[in-house]
T-cell receptor, first 111, second 110 residues
Framework: DGGITQSPKYLFRKEGQNVTLSCEQNLNHDAMYWYRQDPGQGLRLIYYSQIVNDFQKGDIAEGYSVSREKKESFPLTVTSAQKNPTAFYLC??????????FGPGTRLLVL | KQEVTQIPAALSVPEGENLVLNCSFTDSAIYNLQWFRQDPGKGLTSLLL?????REQTSGRLNASLDKSSGRSTLYIAASQPGDSATYLCAVKGAQKLVFGQGTRLTINP
């Protein structure tokens, strides 16, 4: 069954804690993206990777980190430096420049 | 810097009506424009993609137009149904990335 999986669906973070959101794909797409969505707003790009072992900062990278060790995986870590992490996080993949396919999302909440 | 605006932010109409959602963008140097649907708490589903050289795309009851010179796109939904209730986002593709509007939350009342 092809697609993009994100886990967990809900994630709770305590003050000062780093948390990692998972994104896995079996679509064989080269490019992967992480977006943040706040209520009533569009998506803002956090990081993207166009090829394994390479990634670029998006518009709001501060307080986040990523890795791209495998083509299938692009985990996002929300560090303690991100002071307002509560949001809906969406991972996307793309075969090229044309379009992107989105995962189901992870909602991050702060305790 | 590209900016994408969607008007209205929310729209509520009776079932069966035809409706238009609007999207405007500030930089006409785009590769394509895409309309997405998002159900509450879910990811995005692509509805229509219009290349910069095209004027419109159609899929079933949906028709999207693009006027690149004026920086505008519309999504036309014919004979709306309660199942069309969702948030609709437009996004323009630049050299490296998609830039999204904030979305229009659509409610179709039975």
């Amino acid at each position: 069954d092809g697609g993009i999986t994100q886990s967990p669906k809900y994630l709770f973070r305590k003050e000062g804690q780093n948390v990692t959101l998972s994104c896995e794909q079996n679509l064989n797409h080269d490019a992967m993206y992480w977006y943040r969505q706040d209520p009533g707003q569009g998506l803002r790009l956090i990081y993207y990777s166009q090829i394994v072992n390479d990634f670029q900062k998006g518009d709001i990278a501060e307080g986040y980190s990523v890795s791209r060790e495998k083509k299938e995986s692009f985990p996002l870590t929300v560090t303690s430096a991100q002071k307002n992490p509560t949001a809906f996080y969406l991972c996307a993949t793309g075969p090229g420049a044309e379009t992107q396919y989105f995962g189901p999302g992870t909602r991050l909440l702060v305790l | 810097k590209q900016e994408v605006t969607q008007i209205p932010a929310a729209l509520s109409v009776p079932e069966g009506e035809n409706l238009v959602l609007n999207c405007s963008f500030t930089d006409s140097a785009i590769y394509n424009l895409q309309w997405f649907r998002q159900d509450p708490g879910k990811g995005l589903t692509s509805l229509l993609l219009i290349q910069s050289s095209q004027r419109e795309q159609t899929s079933g009851r949906l028709n999207a137009s693009l006027d690149k010179s004026s920086g505008r796109s519309t999504l036309y939904i014919a004979a709306s149904q309660p199942g069309d209730s969702a948030t609709y986002l437009c996004a323009v593709k630049g050299a490296q990335k998609l830039v999204f509007g904030q979305g229009t939350r659509l409610t179709i009342n039975p």
